[in-house]
C-alpha cells in the first residue's frame, strides 16, 4: 500500500505530559474549586463535543461554515499564495479541508496539537487528499511559545488559523497573551485567522450550552467520569449538574459543575468537601463585540485586516495582521 501519509514527518516537540493529578488536585483545593476546561476531553468528550456541534442550539459551527463557505475566495485571496497554514489544534477536517482547497497553492500544513494520536489522525485523513501539499505535523502545546519547523518550499506568508472560537476559552490576559504568541510566531508578514463568537441576545446564547437533548450537560459532566477512570477518583456523576449561565458584565458564558448534595470526594488519599450547591467552575466562552476583539488585538501588538461574518452575524472570522 502506497500512501501520502506514510511519508509524514513528525516535528515532536515533546510537550511535557500535563500533570492532571496534580492539577485536579490544585483545582478542587481552591476557593472557590476550579478545574480546567481541558479536562473535557478524553475519548467520550470529544464524540460528545461532535454532537454539540449538531444540536440545534448551538449555532456556533453552523455559522462559521455558512461564512466560510459564502466568502472563501475572498478569504483565500487575502491570505495570497504559497501560505504556510500553521493550525492551533488538529483540524477537525471540515474547516481545515475547505481552507485547504481555495488557498492559492499552499506550500504546507502545519498542524500543532498536544495529542499526537489525534495530531497523526488528522494528518493522515488530509495528506491523501492533498499529496502536494507538504504536511508538516508538530507534537506541541500551542499555548507554549514554539519554534516552527521550515518547509521545503519557501512559503510567501506564515498564517496562523485558530478556529472554532476556541480564543473564547481563555481569559482576557490569556488571550492577550496568546495572540502575542501568535504575532512572533507568524512574523512582520503574516497573519492569523481567527474564528470569533458574536454577543448577541444573552437567550440564544445561553440555549447554545444548554441544549434541550442534554448533550452539553452530558459533556460537562464527563469531566467527572473522566477524572474518575483516570485518577481512580470517586465523583458519584449523579450527585452532580451542568450549569451554564452567560454573566453580562464580563460577558462569557461561565460553566460550572454544581453539587447537588453535601457530600465527600476522594482522591488518592484525599477528601474533598462539596457543601450542597457548591460548585466547580469548568470553563469560561467569552463572547465579543467587533469592538472588544479589535481592543483585545491592539493589547497584542495586532490589528483586524477584515472581518467575515455569517449573514446573521452570530459568528465571525478576524483576519489580522502586525499593527
Ligand atoms: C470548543 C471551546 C469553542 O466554548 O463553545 C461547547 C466548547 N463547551 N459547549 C465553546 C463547548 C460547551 C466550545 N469551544
Not at 491570505?79 to 483540524?91: A, F, I, K, T
Not at 480564543?167 to 482576557?172: D, K, P, W
Not at 481567527?194 to 437533548?213: C, F, H, M, R, T
Not at 460548585?279 to 481592543?295: D, N, P, T, W
Request: charged content about 25%.
Amino acid at each position: 500500500m502506497t500512501s501520502a501519509a506514510l511519508d509524514v514527518q513528525l516535528h515532536d516537540l515533546q510537550p511535557s505530559a500535563d500533570d492532571m493529578l496534580g492539577d485536579v488536585l490544585e483545582g478542587l483545593s481552591r476557593q472557590p474549586k476550579q478545574l480546567s476546561s481541558k479536562y473535557f476531553y478524553d475519548a467520550r468528550g470529544s464524540r460528545l463535543f461532535e454532537r454539540i456541534c449538531e444540536q440545534p442550539e448551538y449555532y456556533l459551527t453552523r455559522a462559521e461554515l455558512a461564512l466560510m463557505r459564502e466568502h472563501l475566495s475572498q478569504i483565500a485571496d487575502a491570505l495570497g499564495p504559497e501560505v504556510l497554514l500553521v493550525e492551533y489544534g488538529s483540524g477537525s477536517g471540515i474547516k481545515t479541508r475547505l481552507l485547504l482547497e481555495h488557498l492559492h497553492a499552499p506550500v504546507a500544513y502545519m498542524p500543532v496539537e498536544i495529542s499526537r494520536s489525534a495530531l497523526m489522525a488528522s494528518v493522515e485523513r488530509l495528506a491523501d487528499d492533498h499529496p502536494s501539499i507538504q504536511m508538516l505535523p508538530v507534537c506541541a502545546d500551542f499555548t507554549q511559545p514554539i519554534e516552527l519547523p521550515i518547509p521545503d518550499r519557501k512559503q510567501r506568508r506564515t498564517v496562523i488559523y485558530f478556529p472554532g472560537s476556541t480564543i473564547g476559552n481563555f481569559e482576557a490576559s490569556q488571550a492577550v497573551r496568546l495572540l502575542r504568541q501568535m504575532r512572533e510566531e507568524m512574523g512582520e508578514n503574516g497573519a492569523a485567522l481567527v474564528g470569533v463568537d458574536l454577543l448577541k441576545d444573552p437567550a440564544i446564547i445561553e440555549s447554545a450550552y444548554n441544549d434541550a437533548a442534554g448533550v452539553t450537560a452530558a459533556f460537562t459532566l464527563n469531566m467527572l467520569v473522566h477524572i474518575n477512570r483516570e485518577l481512580g477518583a470517586d465523583f458519584d456523576v449523579d450527585g452532580f449538574a451542568h450549569r451554564a449561565r452567560f454573566n453580562p458584565q464580563t460577558e462569557r458564558i461561565e460553566t460550572h459543575i454544581d453539587s447537588l448534595r453535601k457530600q465527600d470526594v476522594h482522591i488518592e488519599g484525599r477528601a474533598f468537601h462539596f457543601d450542597a450547591g457548591e460548585s466547580i467552575l469548568v470553563e469560561y466562552s467569552c463572547k465579543y463585540s467587533r469592538e472588544s476583539f479589535a481592543r483585545l488585538v491592539g493589547e497584542a501588538g495586532l490589528r483586524v485586516e477584515r472581518v467575515w461574518t455569517d449573514p446573521d452575524e452570530l459568528f465571525s472570522l478576524q483576519y489580522l495582521v502586525a499593527a
